[in-house]
């Protein structure tokens, strides 16, 4: 494992456990869009079900359990804990749009045509385009708390880490994942509009507009 | 024939 494979992990980890803590210390999960972490809940669970099948390293299993726990946690949050603070008005995104054809994809096109293979190859296109729900909504409503800017930064952040580690895996162990990084460039290149405005907004300001 | 191909990244 290189430097950037562990900092995409843990900044990862960062954005779950921000978004986690920041509905559960405000009790409100007001601006965040349960789609979006329904979609990622989703996500965690088709990739993760080789939990049962394979044991890769003790940190490789504990990361995927902490990963579908908060996954569900903060849905949990959303839709029964703090679902009087949900705002269901502004979480408009027909996810079918993006689950079914992301389906159909995971079925054509795939390493191996076996179920738990294509079910990860699934959870890597959906993760790729799983946080649209949540830019839709901020774009709808046209801002953002600072908190929740935090995590999309970091949740951005992660793959681009990737991106690196998979250059570097191919250079020094000749590891190369197709899917993983066609998808992982996908995912990459959405976060890029909130990046700058990141950058370049974000400092100093208590919440983020994003023009739409 | 392998259940599925091992993926060691999250």
């Known amino acids: 494992m290189n430097i950037f494979r562990l900092t995409g992990d843990l ?3 960062a954005a779950i456990i921000i ?4 509905i559960w210390k405000t009790r409100s999960c007001a601006g965040i869009s349960g789609k979006s972490q329904i979609l990622f809940a989703l996500v965690f669970t088709s990739r993760y079900l080789d ?3 394979s044991f890769i390293s003790l940190y490789n299993t504990t990361m995927k359990v902490i990963y579908i726990g908060c996954a569900y946690a903060t849905v949990y ?4 804990k703090f679902k009087a603070t949900y705002d269901g ?8 749009f993006l689950v079914v054809p992301v389906g159909g994809l995971a079925f054509l096109v795939n390493h191996d ?7 990860w190859t699934f959870s890597i296109y959906l993760e790729s385009v799983a946080i649209l729900p949540q830019l839709f909504m901020i774009s709808k409503t046209g801002e953002a708390e600072t ?5 999309l930064f970091f949740l951005g952040l992660y793959r681009a880490l990737y991106l690196i580690n998979w250059i570097w895996r191919f250079y020094f162990e000749g590891f190369f994942d197709m899917i993983a990084i066609v998808a992982g460039v996908v995912q990459t290149i959405l976060y890029c509009d909130f990046f700058y405005l990141y950058v370049t907004k974000g400092e100093g300001r208590s919440q983020l507009s994003i023009p739409t | 024939h392998a259940l599925q191909i091992p993926h060691d990244e999250l």
């Open chain 1, 11 to 13: 900044s990862h980890l």
């Open chain 1, 147 to 151: 908190i929740t800017t935090h995590y």
């Open chain 1, 77 to 80: 949050l959303i839709y029964a």
């Open chain 1, 51 to 53: 939990l049962l099948t």
């Open chain 1, 113 to 119: 045509f076996s179920p738990l293979e294509i079910l």
């Open chain 1, 19 to 22: 978004l986690l803590l920041k």
């Open chain 1, 89 to 96: 008005n502004h979480d408009t995104f027909r996810v079918e």
